[in-house]
């Protein structure tokens, strides 16, 4: 357990989320038992807020409420015991989260001219996000570890990956705005972020912004709000190049629409780069005008697709190798164990990431004498226990309508009564919380329906499972079927 030792006789001094929630979860388990920590805590991660708050996010509304109600105050116990800048954690769960980004700051080194600390308070919004130069545009939002050297490559990114860097590199070319687009956890901002950091090393004088479409947003109302529009507009309009990551948040928001087609449309005609995310190509994102989806789509749309078997074992080796660096983890995993934690971990890489920390915790850090049965055990229910076995649409609206005595043809018609309406809402949140389909994706294989009304079902039954016992019962049992 040399692993183990060391972490605990370095507590006082510790800064970094990983290392911290690396600790604080193996107390945790020993306390709670396993059922409850596989169930809430290990898919659970620790993210900041732009205003610098730690955050503790679920993957539901259902594990927020538990989490709040019986580990919370436990939690902070343990974190203020190791936390060298004495935070507190709040808990949100991930449909309140929009883009926050991940707290942790786990990556061997920094990009060249990056900030020194790895992980420091990120600045509330202000206007004027480039007003104080590069360093205040750095310290806004950028994380140390999400560099080009971090990212693994593989079939699926390789495209969006050799476009990033010919950006970053401020080659000349014909592609402006250039739009990444994909799935939940599978890279879009970690390639923002390092297109960011090469972009700032190469040409240090120019104004790189990078900013969540979320914060466009807030910092824009916050500007009107204080009547600093004009501001704000500077701010965005002198940049070099300008990152704006998550596009798809600002659908509806009409006004904060009008100053984002302007900002970009200054900014192209006037020769500076402009990068978009967003979780669908420009003309799925069907909520947002015309106009700005245009402009969106007039460069090039460079898609995400999600990892195949080999990219995740890469990018799970790649990690392992980052926390042994931080001296969390001692020695090297065998190919076996990193296969068996791959195989039994659907979803995205973000998920992957949440699996190699947990085994990283529960393990005492020493990897290379670890088994496949060593992982089975330790991690349990944490894994799922099974070959991979990817959980599909189909299945999920068969599960469904069986568990509610109904036909799947119900589930994909128009009836709108209740006893129909609900289960289907329910299916499209297995969906999104159990396959990588985007919101229109799902709203096709529900009858052809628009993505704004899978959208709504799966909000609904996210903020029914706070409140109501028997939704959140049969999802919780719905849940058990689909994972076998
Ligand atoms: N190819 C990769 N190599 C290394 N790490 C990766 C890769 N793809 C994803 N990751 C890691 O997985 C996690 C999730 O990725 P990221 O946050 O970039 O996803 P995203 O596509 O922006 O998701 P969202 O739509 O939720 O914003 C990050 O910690 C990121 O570093």
Known sequence: MQGGTMMASETTAMTDPDRIWTEAAVRLRSEIGDGPFSSYIAPSAVRMDSSGQLILVTPTAYARDWVRKNALRRVNELWLGLDGL????????????????????????????????????????????????????????????????????????????????????WADGHFNPVFLCGPYGFGKTHLLNAIAWEAQRLRPEARVVYLTAERFLSTFVKAMQDRQTAAFKDSLRNADMLLIDDVQFVGGKTSTQEELLSTLTALIQDGRRVVLSADRPPLALTEIEPRLRGHMASGLTCPIEPGDRALKLAVARNRLEALSRLGVVDGVIGDAVLEHLVDRTPGSMRELEGAVTTLAAVSGGRLSALTVEDTQKLLGAALRGGPERRITVDEIQKTVSEHFNLKQADLLSERRTRSVARPRQIAMYLCKQHTTRSYPDIGRRFGGRDHTTVLHGVRKIDSLLATDEQIARDVETLTRKLRG
């Open 86 to 169: 004495s935070r507190r954690l709040e808990v949100r769960c991930r449909a309140e989260m929009g883009s926050v980004p991940p707290a942790s700051a786990v990556q061997g080194a920094p990009a060249p001219s990056a900030p020194s600390a790895g992980f420091q308070p990120m600045p509330a919004p202000t206007v004027g996000p480039v007003a104080d130069g590069p360093r205040a545009v750095r310290a806004a939002g950028l994380q140390d570890r999400l560099t080009f050297d971090g990212f693994v490559e593989g079939h699926g990114n390789a495209f969006a990956l050799a476009i990033a860097k010919q950006v970053a590199a």
